[in-house]
């Protein structure tokens, strides 16, 4: 079974703080996800790597930035989080092609106060 | 550009009902992929079922089953004989040629007992 883990389930911050989201999978997948959910919005893509150290910008990439430094692990990296940041972050990842089958973590519900 | 309409925001059945969730989309690929994603409220998103473009095929799994009309461009998922556990919220998504994939607003299904 494909595992996609994030670091944390919940998370509460402060305006200004700079947060860290981790996601690790465990199947050797080529592509990993940054989403954002939010109340009738659906799922928005932020970011997203389709290698070690490439990244790609989504559909809402301001005011967040990326790491991929092993093919395993990709980080979301709010610099100074803002209150319209709280959010649901779901990490997913997939096989190389096209529009191959997305695997999602668990989400990590974040409040920024 | 691709776009993916539920126009159900929230369904409510009382259990054993059969129930239709609709998802319409639109693109200008004419290879392309369409999923549906359970999120239930531990809040995973779990896939469903991936479609191609040059299947139309309709799919049946168990209680599940898929209508896919390229004429109509939908791709619509019903569950026959509702149970308390298919409650959750329902994701349709469409990708092209490439990574990305975009996802409707969701439908939340309530299946009363």
């Known amino acids: 079974d494909v595992k996609v883990t994030q670091s944390s389930r919940y998370l509460v911050k402060r305006t200004g703080e700079k947060v860290f989201l981790e996601c690790v999978q465990d199947m050797d997948h080529e592509n990993m996800f940054w989403y954002r959910q939010d109340p009738g919005l659906g799922l928005r893509l932020i970011y997203f790597?389709?290698?070690?150290?490439?990244?790609e910008k989504g559909d809402i990439p301001e005011g967040y930035s990326v790491s991929r430094e092993k093919k395993e692990r990709f980080s979301l990296i709010l610099e100074s989080a803002s209150t319209n940041q709280t959010s649901m972050y779901l990490c997913a990842s997939s096989t190389s092609g096209g529009a191959e089958t997305q695997y999602f973590g668990p989400g990590t519900r974040l409040l920024v106060l | 550009a691709q776009k993916v309409t539920q126009a159900q925001t929230e369904i409510s059945v009382v259990e054993k009902e059969d129930v239709t969730l609709d998802c319409v989309y639109e693109t200008r690929d004419t290879t392309y992929y369409l999923f549906w994603y359970k999120q239930p409220p531990s809040g995973e998103l779990v896939f469903l079922i991936r479609r191609n473009s040059f299947d139309e095929q309709n799919e049946i799994s168990g209680r599940y089953s898929w209508n896919f009309q390229k004429s109509t461009s939908s791709f619509n998922f019903t569950i026959t004989a509702s149970q308390v556990v298919d409650s959750a919220v329902y994701f349709c998504a469409l990708g092209g040629g490439y990574q990305k994939v975009t996802f409707g607003i969701g439908t939340k299904l309530q299946v009363i007992p």
């Open positions: 790597s389709y290698d070690v150290k490439m990244k």
